[in-house]
């Protein structure tokens, strides 16, 4: 038993790195901005809500231009 769930593990770590691998390019070649700003009648609610959401935010991306692609189905 304990075999079996080893090799699920294994052929998880390898689907995992292989599908942030695939992204990566995206990342750094194509990078794009927040829909908010992308389209004037779409506003980014998130970021009003608090002064520390949007520090956060603007910690990880100062420039708000890498959201893809999002990996939420990876």
């Given at each position: 038993m304990?075999?079996?769930?080893?090799?699920?593990?294994?052929?998880?770590?390898?689907?995992?790195?292989?599908?942030?691998?695939?992204?990566?390019?995206?990342?750094?070649?194509?990078p794009?901005?927040?829909?908010?700003?992308?389209?004037?009648?779409v506003?980014?609610?998130?970021?009003?809500?608090?002064?520390?959401?949007?520090?956060?935010?603007?910690?990880?991306?100062?420039?708000?231009?890498?959201?893809?692609?999002?990996?939420?189905?990876?």
């Amino acid at each position: 038993m304990q075999t079996q769930n080893l090799k699920v593990l294994q052929e998880y770590t390898i689907a995992f790195i292989a599908i942030y691998l695939i992204a990566l390019p995206f990342y750094i070649y194509l990078p794009v901005t927040v829909t908010g700003y992308t389209l004037p009648t779409v506003t980014p609610l998130l970021y009003n809500l608090s002064p520390i959401i949007s520090q956060g935010v603007r910690i990880v991306d100062p420039f708000l231009d890498n959201c893809f692609p999002s990996l939420h189905a990876a």
